[in-house]
């Protein structure tokens, strides 16, 4: 079973909907999950954190966390075109190491 | 500020050479270290993870070796290429309790 698991996509919106984006993770001990950006041939980058059960809203993203279902997921409202990249879900296991998903490809149409 | 360096940015290897890849890190002490491949439309995997000099927790074996001479240098190598060597490989950096991992600009191989 992989750390972290998600739909690889792609998932396509048109522009100012809203993109749902979902992440499952094996490990139940872990304690903190993140949410990465990756535009092709770039390196990713943090777009938030979660450390606690519950919803966390930064801007037009939130991000929200169950850990009794080991599920994150992100929310991108308004979605814009620049918004179109592939996003990671990473997790940090009890083993202190970072595990990333294989990533969501996300296309906003115009 | 913290910072990350890693080189080449790109790399053309035929097959059967060797390779090394660098990463240092400025800015803070005793960090995490790892090494990530991510082929052609795929994800990252972790390949490498070091806690500190010397330490090197290997998650795929394959042909591909890591080394941590220094606190803040982490290195991978291989001593003969395959084409499936092929691929964007990440450096990055995290702490002990912190919020994140940070990334290098990666190395673009292609192995021929």
């Known amino acids: 079973q992989k750390e972290v698991e998600q739909n690889s996509g792609p998932l396509s919106v048109p522009e100012g909907a809203i993109a749902s984006l979902n992440c499952t993770y094996s490990?139940?001990?872990?304690?903190?999950f993140f949410w990465y950006r990756q535009y092709s041939g770039k390196s990713p980058e943090l777009i938030m954190f979660i450390y606690s059960n519950g919803d966390k809203e930064d801007g037009r993203f939130t991000a929200q966390l169950n850990k009794a279902s080991q599920y994150v997921s992100l929310l991108i409202r308004d979605s814009q075109p620049s918004d179109s990249a592939t996003y990671l879900c990473?997790?940090?296991?009890?083993?202190?190491?970072?595990?990333f998903g294989t990533g969501t490809s996300l296309t906003v149409i115009p | 500020s913290q910072t990350i360096h890693q080189w080449p940015a790109t790399l053309v290897q035929p097959v059967g050479s060797p390779l090394s890849l660098e990463c240092t890190v400025e800015g803070t002490s005793n960090p995490n270290l790892y090494w990530y491949r991510q082929a052609a439309g795929r994800g990252l995997q972790l390949l490498f993870y070091?806690?500190?000099?010397?330490?090197i927790s290997s998650e795929v074996p394959q042909n591909l070796s890591a080394s941590r001479p220094q606190d803040r240098q982490f290195i991978l190598s291989s001593k003969k290429l395959l084409l499936s060597d092929s691929g964007f490989y990440l450096c990055?950096?995290?702490?002990?309790?912190?919020?994140?991992?940070?990334f290098g600009q990666g190395t673009r191989l292609t192995v021929v």
């Open positions: 990473a997790v940090i296991n009890t083993g202190n190491q970072f595990y």
């Open positions: 990055a950096w995290s702490v002990t309790g912190g919020d994140s991992a940070f």
């Open positions: 490990d139940r001990g872990s304690q903190s």
């Open positions: 070091s806690v500190g000099i010397g330490q």
